[in-house]
């Protein structure tokens, strides 16, 4: 079946980074654009990036230039290398295939602290 399951967040401290990762199963991993999504107590699910099937990226305004989406589809993973991080920054990560909104995983929490 369709499976999402994200890993490596934690508790970090402000101007630290944190690398995230997603495996997927159950799809044409290739054939599919991914995004991460994060979400804020209290708040919507936003988009932070997608990266397309041949790897072109986009971001949302929040984390241009800190964050970075990249794949691997032999390995059938999506990763979040995130610099830089903020206090604003905590959520609770997902990825998921750009556009589909099904599926979710139980996503991985993402703490920046003092």
């Known amino acids: 079946q369709v499976q999402f399951v994200e890993s490596g967040g934690g508790l970090v401290q402000p101007g630290g980074s944190l690398r995230l990762s997603c495996a997927a199963s159950?799809?044409?991993?290739?054939?599919?654009?991914m995004g991460w999504y994060r979400q804020a107590p209290g708040e919507q699910r936003e988009l932070v990036a997608t990266?397309?099937?041949?790897?072109?990226?986009n971001y949302a305004n929040s984390v241009r230039g800190r964050f970075t989406i990249s794949r691997d589809n032999a390995k059938n993973t999506v990763y979040l290398q995130m610099n830089s991080l903020k206090p604003e920054d905590t959520a609770v990560y997902y990825c998921?295939?750009?556009?589909?909104?099904?599926?979710w995983g139980q996503g991985t929490q993402v703490t920046v602290s003092s």
């Open positions: 990266v397309s099937r041949g790897g072109s990226t």
């Open positions: 998921n295939p750009d556009g589909w909104g099904v599926y």
């Open positions: 159950g799809i044409v991993f290739s054939q599919i654009a």
